[in-house]
């Protein structure tokens, strides 16, 4: 639901960048200090530039924080770190988890291609959905 565009909104774009600020971006603390429903911030960062660019640089901020956290807990080769690291950004240099297939009791899997017929053009069945 929209704000009708003849209504004067009851909490100005600085009132609500302000109360975002101060609630490092979290949508439901700034309505509390605000005074109002969430769904207010959230419509009205549709339409505002400004309120949606301070919830992304709040994000991006805490982001900065996690990633920092991570580093510092990969600096003290604690083992949940360093396998997540490499499992993410180790992709690139080879580090990716895979699993290996096999057949019963580690053997090799065997694998039986059928191909059907090359139906003709005028009796051709459309493939099941």
Do not use: F
């Amino acid at each position: 639901m929209t704000m009708p565009k003849n209504r004067t909104p009851k909490y100005s774009t600085a009132q609500i960048v302000e109360a975002l600020r101060a609630s490092h971006g979290l949508v439901t603390k700034a309505a509390e200090k605000l005074g109002c429903a969430a769904s207010t911030i959230y419509e009205r960062k549709r339409g505002e530039q400004a309120i949606q660019a301070v919830i992304d640089e709040s994000r991006e901020e805490i982001v900065d924080h996690a990633e920092l956290a991570l580093r510092s807990a990969v600096l003290d080769r604690q083992p949940w770190a360093v396998a997540l690291v490499l499992r993410t950004i180790g992709r690139k240099r080879g580090y990716v988890e895979r699993q290996e297939i096999s057949g019963p009791e580690g053997k090799e899997l065997v694998v039986n291609i059928v191909r059907r017929p090359a139906e003709k053009p005028d009796r051709a069945i459309p493939d099941a959905v």
